[in-house]
């Protein structure tokens, strides 16, 4: 069945990178997506691959995509306590209107 | 700024009530989704519509229903509202064919049900 599975929780000091890490299951999927969602709010969406990418970066996110492993994440560098947020993982199936979500990582950033 | 506007942020309702959860968007998106955010599930779809008039449902209907008269206003409805229903809730709108520009979501409605 359809499913994309994340960590829950992420803990990084400001400065340090962070690495948030998927893994999905529908080898269909065309594209993928990280949403950030902060305190209160809504999704906002953060950045996507297609899937025949690799690597898509874009300033201080790195998206790196393992098609082989079903496995996606995102890096964000020198990470500042305003990237304190939830990141969800989704894949968008094809043939269908659906995105798959996943649970989201609650990423904290100690000063 | 494109925007998708949910009509109310936070919300108390009683057990038994019949609830109404609006959300406008002003982007001309066919696709419109109603999904729920509980912590550790992350989002579930309960509805969405693909076109005016036109509803399918997601993989938690039940106890909802949704209506979609105009193409930028969806509504999610909740017949008998329960204490499980107690929730944070999210609209979303997307254009049909440009999946590369995901989804648009408002800041969602927190529902209690007491």
């Known amino acids: 069945g359809e499913d994309v599975e994340q960590s829950l929780f992420l803990s990084v000091r400001e400065g340090d990178s962070s690495v948030i890490n998927c893994t999905y299951t529908d080898s269909s999927s065309t594209y993928l997506y990280w949403y950030k969602q902060e305190p209160g709010a809504g999704l906002q969406l953060l950045t996507y691959i297609f899937s025949n990418m690799d690597m898509k970066q874009d300033q201080r996110l790195t998206v790196l995509l393992n098609k082989k492993d079903k496995h996606l994440s995102l890096r964000i560098a020198d990470t500042q306590t305003g990237d304190s947020a939830i990141y969800f993982c989704?894949?968008?199936?094809?043939?269908?209107?659906?995105?798959?979500f996943g649970a989201g990582t609650r990423l904290f950033v100690k000063a | 700024d494109v925007k998708v506007t949910q009509s109310s942020r936070y919300l108390v309702k009683r057990t038994g009530e019949k609830v109404f959860l609006e959300c406008v968007q002003d982007m001309d998106h066919e696709n419109m989704f109603w999904y729920r955010q509980d912590p550790g599930l992350g989002l579930r779809l309960i509805y969405f519509s693909y076109d005016v008039k036109m509803k399918e449902k997601g993989d938690i209907p039940e106890g909802y229903s949704v209506s979609r008269e105009k193409k930028e206003r969806f509504s999610l409805i909740l017949e008998s509202a329960s204490t499980n229903q107690t929730s944070m809730y999210l609209c979303a709108s997307t254009l049909r064919d440009r999946p590369v520009l995901g989804y648009t979501f408002g800041s969602g409605t927190r529902l209690t049900v007491v």
């Open positions: 989704a894949e968008f199936l094809t043939g269908g209107f659906k995105t798959i």
